[in-house]
């Protein structure tokens, strides 16, 4: 990874997240929020079944480099799609959308190694949903102890004013 890809933990808009299908005492904070997310006591835990679906805003828009999702070896999620900027999503329209990228995790990442995402797919992200389809052993509930988003800000700002500046002193 290089050193230009930070945890974007302080660009998501808390406000806006939502997980579905989450416990209610075990909720995503618990494996998102800053110092939570470093408990091994805390986890984000499927309800009713192993699906999971993580709605995830940001205050800016970001380039998603690589997640990293740690859980144990047998509740560990283990099919991810990963959908860039499609809002309001639900498991009865989930699958009607292409993925952005799908990762298939393996036991290390499971303890934390970080999987390096389709780059090109995520250039312009203002929101991710990830859906966790299954988990490793096939049972009822998943269990997620940390998400990490690695990335970096994409400050179109300083992109709008140069290309304005090359309309008005062309070269």
Known sequence: MTSDQADLLDFIDWTGVECLNQSTSQSLVNALKQGYREDD?????????????????????IKLHSIAIKGPEEEGPKTLKLFSNKEHM????????????????????????????????????????????????????????????????TNLQGVRSNAIKGLVYPH
């Open 90 to 153: 639900g498991f009865s329209n989930v699958n009607d959308f292409p993925p952005s990228d799908t990762v298939a995790l393996s036991s290390d990442n499971l303890k934390g190694k970080p999987i390096v995402l389709k780059y090109v797919k995520f250039q312009n992200v203002r929101s991710l949903t990830i859906f966790i389809e299954d988990n490793q052993s096939g049972s009822e509930i998943t269990k997620v102890q940390k998400i990490v988003l690695y990335g970096s800000t």
């Open 41 to 61: 006591g805390l986890h984000l835990e499927s309800d009713a079944d192993e699906q999971l679906l993580i709605y995830i805003p940001f205050t800016q828009v």
